[in-house]
């Protein structure tokens, strides 16, 4: 056995799909690509906000295989940087915006909806609690989304895309706001949340190879 379940190699264990389940491959294959298909946004764009998502999912035969379609299609690797910046920024935002249930949890007379937005009325007692992490955090949030190589619209639209593949609420409800803030779409947002869903899908299925390798072993 290899020391590393990350061998390229074990990609090969993929074209065995073909004949364990014929009928499934084929509709994700089908899926997929029309996901990927230009649209409201480019093909660069998607690929774009694929590497974002491939860094959510933390599945590193995504990350090399979207990122080389992304310079494909013409991105550059400061976008590529940016646009993963975004993910941790989305993703640190999670963390801070559920911090309001730990709130909640201590609080015996906290009787808000699980996900209510009167909760978000409560992240002031981290600015208290830890004063210095909390204005870090606010400094660091803030220069992920400003703009650079990406447009401050095309983050939000990834954000919005991360938040679905967090599945942070407060995350989807504030990106989302702000994207159309921005100028982003509906059409432009409902795609990018479909690329989310291939990436999370196709994550499911390039372990696969890894499954099948084991098995064989």
Same mark, same amino acid.
């Given at each position: 056995?290899?020391?590393?379940?990350?061998?390229?190699?074990?990609?090969?264990?993929? !074209?065995?799909?073909?004949?364990? $389940?014929? &009928?499934? @491959?084929? =509709?994700? /294959?089908?899926? #997929?690509?029309?996901?990927?298909?230009?649209?409201?946004?480019?093909?660069?764009?998607?690929?774009?906000?694929?590497?974002?998502?491939?860094?959510?999912?933390?599945?590193?035969?995504?990350?090399?295989?979207?990122?080389?379609?992304?310079?494909?299609?013409?991105?550059?690797?400061?976008?590529?940087?940016?646009?993963?910046?975004?993910?941790?920024?989305?993703?640190?935002?999670?963390?801070?915006?559920?911090?309001?249930?730990?709130? !909640?949890?201590?609080?015996?007379? $906290?009787? &808000?909806? @699980?996900? =209510?937005? /009167?909760?978000? #009325?409560?992240?002031?007692?981290?600015?208290?609690?830890?004063?210095?992490?909390?204005?870090?955090?606010?400094?660091?949030?803030?220069?992920?989304?400003?703009?650079?190589?990406?447009?401050?619209?095309?983050?939000?639209?990834?954000?919005?895309?991360?938040?679905?593949?967090?599945?942070?609420?407060?995350?989807?409800?504030?990106?989302?706001?702000?994207?159309?803030?921005?100028?982003?779409?509906?059409?432009?947002?409902?795609?990018?949340?479909?690329?989310?869903?291939?990436?999370?899908?196709?994550?499911?299925?390039?372990?696969?190879? #890894?499954?099948?390798?084991?098995?064989?072993?």
């Amino acid at each position: 056995m290899s020391n590393s379940f990350y061998q390229k190699e074990n990609l090969k264990n993929l !074209n065995r799909i073909k004949d364990l $389940a014929p &009928d499934q @491959l084929h =509709a994700f /294959s089908e899926f #997929n690509s029309g996901v990927f298909k230009e649209g409201a946004l480019t093909k660069k764009e998607k690929e774009i906000i694929a590497v974002a998502i491939a860094h959510v999912t933390e599945c590193p035969y995504c990350i090399d295989s979207h990122t080389r379609s992304a310079k494909a299609e013409g991105a550059s690797l400061e976008e590529l940087v940016e646009a993963v910046f975004v993910v941790s920024g989305v993703e640190a935002g999670g963390a801070v915006t559920h911090s309001t249930h730990m709130q !909640n949890a201590l609080d015996p007379e $906290a009787n &808000d909806a @699980l996900y =209510a937005r /009167s909760n978000l #009325n409560k992240l002031g007692h981290l600015s208290k609690s830890a004063p210095d992490g909390f204005k870090a955090y606010s400094v660091f949030s803030a220069a992920a989304m400003k703009a650079g190589k990406l447009s401050v619209k095309f983050k939000e639209v990834i954000a919005v895309a991360v938040a679905h593949a967090t599945q942070c609420p407060y995350c989807i409800d504030v990106h989302s706001k702000n994207a159309e803030k921005a100028g982003a779409s509906r059409e432009e947002l409902s795609e990018a949340i479909l690329v989310a869903s291939a990436l999370l899908a196709g994550g499911a299925y390039a372990h696969m190879a #890894n499954m099948i390798q084991s098995y064989g072993e």
